[in-house]
């Protein structure tokens, strides 16, 4: 899962949700650098980054991904199924994803001090485009997979995928919305464990 699916899966409370970005950012262990909280929600996105590499629906969608992509599956699938929960969005959140976009951007700006650049420049760019609440759009579903191809150690045309995910997008849906499922069970029953901000119910 990629930054849209860990912001929801965080849950509403403003420290998680900071957290739940920055386990994209932050590596290493844990030495109470930050808030507790913020922490807490690191752990979180490890957790849920583990349990989604496990899943059997996560597994069957990898299955789909042919080569010469199937090297970058990980990386196809995350930016995909963010783009797959954009496009359904109103199944998983009463919210507007406009709204929350905007809720998550002004929580992170309330947290500036705890992000990494990388993290600041990532959520300066989010503002700037819209992006979080525009993952369903195909041009920027495009422009994603580009910039992180261009960022790995050889850069790698990740656009260039697309033509070979479209064509089972029904079957990548299918097993999306099983794993979110599964995901929005774990994250519910980690939030019981590891604090007391309840974690509200979703899902179609």
């Given at each position: 899962?990629?930054?849209?699916?860990?912001?929801?899966?965080?849950?509403?409370?403003?420290?998680?949700?900071?957290?739940?970005?920055?386990?994209?950012?932050?590596?290493?262990?844990?030495h109470g650098?930050?808030?507790?909280?913020?922490?807490?929600?690191?752990?979180?996105?490890?957790?849920?980054?583990?349990?989604t590499?496990?899943?059997?629906?996560?597994?069957?969608?990898?299955?789909?991904?042919?080569?010469?992509?199937?090297?970058?599956?990980?990386?196809?699938?995350?930016?995909?199924?963010?783009?797959?929960l954009?496009?359904?969005?109103?199944?998983?959140?009463?919210?507007?994803?406009?709204?929350f976009s905007?809720?998550?951007?002004?929580?992170?700006?309330?947290?500036?001090?705890?992000?990494?650049?990388?993290?600041?420049?990532?959520?300066?760019r989010?503002?700037?485009?819209?992006?979080?609440?525009?993952?369903?759009?195909?041009?920027?579903l495009?422009?994603?997979?580009n910039?992180?191809?261009?960022?790995?150690?050889?850069?790698?045309?990740?656009?260039?995928?697309?033509?070979?995910?479209?064509?089972?997008?029904?079957?990548?849906?299918?097993?999306?919305?099983?794993?979110m499922?599964?995901?929005?069970?774990?994250?519910?029953?980690?939030?019981?464990?590891?604090?007391?901000?309840?974690?509200?119910?979703?899902g179609?």
């Amino acid at each position: 899962m990629n930054y849209l699916a860990h912001l929801l899966l965080s849950g509403p409370e403003p420290a998680l949700r900071v957290g739940g970005l920055l386990g994209d950012f932050v590596k290493g262990p844990l030495h109470g650098e930050r808030p507790a909280r913020i922490e807490a929600g690191i752990q979180l996105h490890r957790h849920l980054d583990a349990f989604t590499d496990q899943d059997p629906a996560y597994l069957q969608a990898r299955s789909l991904v042919r080569p010469p992509w199937r090297r970058y599956a990980g990386i196809l699938l995350d930016i995909w199924f963010d783009h797959q929960l954009s496009r359904s969005w109103a199944d998983w959140s009463t919210q507007p994803l406009p709204q929350f976009s905007e809720d998550c951007l002004l929580v992170l700006r309330d947290h500036w001090q705890w992000l990494p650049p990388r993290c600041q420049l990532f959520c300066e760019r989010a503002e700037q485009i819209g992006l979080l609440h525009r993952y369903g759009e195909a041009q920027i579903l495009a422009q994603t997979l580009n910039r992180v191809g261009q960022r790995l150690s050889r850069p790698v045309p990740l656009d260039e995928a697309l033509p070979q995910l479209e064509p089972v997008r029904a079957e990548l849906e299918r097993h999306f919305e099983a794993l979110m499922q599964r995901l929005l069970q774990e994250a519910a029953q980690q939030q019981l464990i590891r604090g007391p901000a309840p974690y509200p119910p979703h899902g179609p």
